[in-house]
C-alpha cells in the first residue's frame, strides 16, 4: 500500500501535486460562482462579515497563517488566526457577523471542535476546511469546504498542509468576489496562477536530490534554525514542526525581522540556518530584508540554507546551500517553499534512523483537549 515508497510520508509528499489539483477541481464555474461542498451560508451572510478568526492546531495553524497574508489583502476584512486551544479560553470578541474558520485535517481535533462550539454559541458563523468527509468538525459547521488529499497515513502532516492552502486561497477569493472587493476577472486570474501551482510542486518535488544528500550532512546538527518573512515565515514555522516532530532535533522558525530581538545569539559557528526568501519579483523590499538577514547570519557562523526562486542568482554567494523554486506569486508561494522542508525533516529523521510515520508521542487525531 505504500506504493514502492520507504514511507507513506514520502508518497503523500509525492502526491502533492494530484492532491492540490483535485482540490481545485471544479470549484470555480464560468460566471466565478464559487462551490462549497455543504453551504449553510448566504452570500449575503459573507457580505455582512466584519472579521475572520481562523482557529486550528500544528500545522493547520500554519496553513491558517498563510491564509491571513491572502485574506486581508484580497478581501481587506481583518483577519486573526489563533491556536484553537488559546482561542476558546480568552473570551474572545464574536458575533453573527464574525466568521470563523475553523481547518483540520483529521476534523476530529477536539481543541479546534471545542473552539468551533464556542464560536457557534457566540452566533459567530463557522466554516470548515476539512480533509475528512462527515466527521464531527464538518458536521457542525455552517459550511465546509472540503481538501480533496485523500487519506493521510502518517501522523506528520504534509499533502494536507497544501490543499488546506488551496482550500484557504479558495475561501479568500470567493469572500473578495462575493463582497466587490475583486472583480470575476481579477479572481479569474489568481485562480489561473493557482492551476499552474501543481506542476511547479511537481518541479520542485524533481529536483530534491541535493535535499537528500544535504539531510544526511545534517542529521548530527544540535539545533536548526528557519528564518522567513510574510507568508515565510508561517513556512519556517511548519520547516521547524516537521523536523521536531520527525527528527526529534531542536527546531525553531522566526520571522527573520526578530533574529536581532534576541534569537542570533543562538547562532554558533556551523548551525545550519533555512532561510525562505521571498519573490524579488513580487514584494522586492521584503527579498532584500531577507538577503540581509541571511547575511547577519553567516556573519555569526551560521551554515545557510537558502530556498530561492529561480533566478534569483543574487542570493547564491550568501548560500551554502541553493535551493531554488520555480517562480511564483508571493502569496502562493509557500505551496512550493513549503515542499524542500518537508522533504529535508523526513530525511534528516530517516538517516537518525526514526520512525518516519510514526514518530514516538504522537497521534494522527488529537481527540482529547
Ligand atoms: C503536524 C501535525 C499536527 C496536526 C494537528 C492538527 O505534522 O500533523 O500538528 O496538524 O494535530 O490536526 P488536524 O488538522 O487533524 O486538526
Given at each position: 500500500?505504500?506504493?514502492?515508497?520507504?514511507?507513506?510520508?514520502?508518497?503523500?509528499?509525492?502526491?502533492?501535486?494530484?492532491?492540490v489539483?483535485?482540490?481545485l477541481?471544479?470549484?470555480?464555474?464560468?460566471?466565478?460562482?464559487?462551490?462549497?461542498?455543504?453551504?449553510?451560508?448566504?452570500?449575503?451572510?459573507?457580505?455582512?462579515?466584519?472579521?475572520?478568526?481562523?482557529?486550528?492546531?500544528?500545522?493547520?495553524?500554519?496553513?491558517?497563517?498563510v491564509a491571513?497574508y491572502a485574506?486581508?489583502h484580497w478581501?481587506?476584512?481583518?483577519?486573526?488566526?489563533?491556536?484553537?486551544?488559546?482561542?476558546?479560553?480568552?473570551?474572545?470578541?464574536?458575533?453573527?457577523?464574525?466568521?470563523?474558520?475553523?481547518?483540520?485535517?483529521?476534523?476530529?481535533?477536539?481543541?479546534?471542535?471545542?473552539?468551533?462550539?464556542?464560536?457557534?454559541?457566540?452566533?459567530?458563523?463557522?466554516?470548515?476546511?476539512?480533509?475528512?468527509?462527515?466527521?464531527?468538525?464538518?458536521?457542525?459547521?455552517?459550511?465546509?469546504?472540503?481538501?480533496?488529499?485523500?487519506?493521510?497515513?502518517?501522523?506528520?502532516?504534509?499533502?494536507?498542509?497544501?490543499?488546506?492552502l488551496t482550500?484557504c486561497y479558495l475561501?479568500g477569493l470567493?469572500?473578495a468576489?462575493?463582497?466587490?472587493?475583486m472583480?470575476?476577472?481579477e479572481v479569474g486570474a489568481v485562480l489561473e496562477r493557482l492551476n499552474q501551482m501543481p506542476a511547479k510542486i511537481?518541479?520542485?518535488?524533481?529536483?530534491?536530490?541535493?535535499?537528500?544528500?544535504?539531510?544526511?550532512?545534517?542529521?548530527?546538527?544540535?539545533?536548526?534554525?528557519?528564518?522567513?518573512?510574510h507568508v515565510g515565515?508561517?513556512v519556517?514555522?511548519?520547516?521547524?514542526?516537521?523536523?521536531?516532530?520527525?527528527?526529534?532535533?531542536?527546531?525553531?522558525?522566526?520571522?527573520?525581522?526578530?533574529?536581532?530581538?534576541?534569537?542570533?545569539?543562538?547562532?554558533?559557528?556551523?548551525?545550519?540556518?533555512?532561510?525562505?526568501v521571498p519573490s524579488p519579483r513580487g514584494r522586492s523590499?521584503l527579498r532584500?530584508?531577507?538577503?540581509?538577514?541571511?547575511?547577519?547570519?553567516?556573519?555569526?557562523?551560521?551554515?545557510?540554507?537558502?530556498?530561492?526562486e529561480e533566478g534569483d542568482?543574487?542570493?547564491?554567494?550568501?548560500?551554502?546551500?541553493?535551493?531554488?523554486v520555480p517562480p511564483t506569486p508571493t502569496l502562493l508561494a509557500p505551496l512550493v517553499t513549503?515542499?524542500?522542508?518537508?522533504?529535508?525533516?523526513?530525511?534528516?529523521?530517516?538517516?537518525?534512523?526514526?520512525?518516519?510515520?510514526?514518530?514516538?508521542?504522537?497521534?494522527?487525531?488529537?481527540?482529547?483537549?
Open positions: 500500500e505504500k506504493g514502492g515508497y520507504e514511507y507513506f510520508m514520502a508518497k503523500e509528499i509525492d502526491e502533492q501535486p494530484r492532491a489539483a483535485d482540490t477541481l471544479g470549484r470555480h464555474s464560468e460566471t466565478g460562482e464559487m462551490t462549497l461542498d455543504e453551504v449553510r451560508l448566504t452570500d449575503q451572510d459573507l457580505r455582512d462579515v466584519d472579521k475572520v478568526f481562523i482557529v486550528a492546531c500544528g500545522t493547520s495553524y500554519h496553513a491558517g497563517q491571513k485574506i486581508e478581501t481587506r476584512i481583518p483577519c486573526e488566526v489563533e491556536l484553537a486551544s488559546e482561542f476558546r479560553y480568552r473570551d474572545p470578541v464574536l458575533d453573527r457577523s464574525t466568521l470563523v474558520v475553523a481547518i483540520s485535517q483529521s476534523g476530529e481535533t477536539m481543541d479546534t471542535l471545542m473552539a468551533l462550539r464556542h464560536a457557534k454559541e457566540q452566533k459567530a458563523r463557522v466554516l470548515a476546511i476539512c480533509n475528512t468527509n462527515g466527521s464531527t468538525i464538518p458536521r457542525e459547521s455552517d459550511a465546509v469546504l472540503y481538501t480533496h488529499g485523500g487519506p493521510e497515513i502518517a501522523v506528520a502532516s504534509t499533502k494536507a498542509f497544501l490543499t488546506q482550500a475561501v470567493h469572500l468576489q462575493v463582497r466587490g472587493v472583480f470575476a476577472d511537481r518541479a520542485v518535488l524533481d529536483a530534491m536530490g541535493p535535499v537528500r544528500e544535504l539531510a544526511v550532512d545534517l542529521a548530527a546538527a544540535k539545533s536548526v534554525l528557519f528564518i522567513g518573512r515565515y508561517p519556517a514555522l511548519e520547516g521547524a514542526l516537521k523536523l521536531k516532530e520527525l527528527a526529534y532535533m531542536h527546531a525553531e522558525g522566526f520571522a527573520a525581522g526578530e533574529l536581532k530581538h534576541g534569537p542570533i545569539s543562538l547562532i554558533e559557528p556551523g548551525t545550519p540556518v533555512v532561510c525562505v523590499v532584500d530584508k531577507l538577503v540581509s538577514n541571511i547575511q547577519e547570519v553567516r556573519a555569526r557562523g551560521a551554515r545557510t540554507i537558502v530556498i530561492a542568482e543574487a542570493v547564491v554567494p550568501f548560500a551554502d546551500h541553493v535551493i531554488f513549503t515542499v524542500p522542508l518537508q522533504v529535508l525533516a523526513c530525511e534528516i529523521a530517516s538517516a537518525r534512523g526514526h520512525d518516519v510515520d510514526q514518530p514516538r508521542n504522537l497521534a494522527k487525531s488529537v481527540t482529547v483537549e
